[in-house]
């Protein structure tokens, strides 16, 4: 195989020598398209630089990645701890990244390989979608926590997931039981056909199975933060004050409407219900406590480093692994 030089990368990618030394060291002056263009080279070529290579002590150990997207998301934080917690005694080093939830996870993931050698990872809180083609080709096991994934667009892809879909209407389905029909859904996008979009079908199952249409004007994509949520939730009651319960698919997104909700005079649940969607300890000790799906993040956590190591060390079959959630009913719903 040809042994690439910064050379060789730089006459590929049609940019300088010093262009690419300064993608390696990750310098702030270089502009995305032209980083992107320059690290789809390296990987194409399989190039690790030599000073990414100086900064490993061991140039032949294992290394995982975990890359969280989300860093604001509790749930998603405590998942990664989790994680990291029983990757202890696999004999494989891991790491982590912590990324925004604008920010790619394929793009980090394609620097650490070039940075960091690293040879297998982990995604928390990512999205599967064309970003991912950047990863093509490239014989690195991965396992997605909370996302399903397509086999045909990563091959050595697995996902650790629960029924997002199910548990979803069960959800939604409590809120129709206890006579609520005006419910607005607060999300992400729905098309993105990732674990959010379930959740958005699910929600609509619930509607259908009851003989109803869910209004899609009080659907409102809102960024997966406390204070995200927040401002869009003000907006949205302000306009839609008819709005008897709402369905959030974090519990971050309800701990932050039920604030806005506050603010504007409103009280959960007596004004308005509120359902969240993952289960975190802070929502146990909210006021009031949080009706929402608890999500095993131990179990995700667990499944997800047993599936990875797998494929890792035995070459295993890419695979899905769905986990039980559960349905806590607690104070916000009404």
Excluded: W
């Amino acid at each position: 195989m040809k042994i690439y030089t910064i050379k060789d990368i730089a006459r590929l990618a049609g940019v300088s020598v010093t262009t690419v030394s300064r993608v390696l060291n990750r310098r702030p002056d270089v502009n995305r398209e032209t980083r992107e263009k320059v690290e789809r080279v390296m990987a194409e070529c399989h190039f690790v630089g030599n000073a990414n290579a100086r900064g490993l002590k061991q140039t032949d150990s294992d290394v995982v990645a975990v890359i969280l997207r989300g860093r604001h998301n509790p749930f998603l934080t405590s998942l990664a701890e989790a994680i990291m917690h029983y990757s202890q005694g696999s004999g494989t080093s891991f790491l982590m990244e912590f990324i925004d939830e604008q920010d790619d996870e394929f793009q980090t993931a394609l620097r650490l390989t070039h940075e960091k050698r690293v040879k297998a990872f982990i995604f928390v809180g990512s999205r599967i979608d064309d970003r991912c083609k950047v990863l093509l080709g490239m014989d690195i096991p991965m396992v997605f926590a909370t996302a399903a994934v397509g086999h045909e667009q990563l091959a050595r892809a697995s996902a650790v997931t629960i029924d997002e879909r199910a548990m979803a209407r069960l959800a939604v389905k409590h809120l129709l039981d206890c006579g609520h029909e005006r419910i607005a859904v607060f999300g992400a996008s729905r098309t993105e056909g990732d674990n959010l979009s379930l959740r958005y079908q699910g929600a609509l199952d619930a509607f259908r199975e009851k003989g109803l249409v869910f209004d899609e004007s009080r659907y409102v994509e809102t960024r997966f933060s406390m204070e995200g949520a927040y401002e869009c939730a003000r907006e949205f009651f302000l306009r839609r004050p008819d709005t008897t319960a709402a369905f959030c698919m974090s519990d971050s997104v309800a701990m932050g409407l039920i604030r806005a909700l506050k603010d504007l005079g409103r009280t959960v649940p007596d004004d308005v219900s509120v359902f969240g969607f993952d289960g975190t300890e802070m929502g146990q000790f909210f006021i009031p406590r949080l009706c929402t799906v608890e999500q095993p993040v131990d179990d995700i956590a667990r499944e997800s480093v047993r599936v990875l190591m797998d494929m890792f060390r035995n070459n295993a079959e890419p695979t899905e692994v769905v986990v039980k959630a559960e349905l806590k009913l607690r104070e916000s719903v009404k």
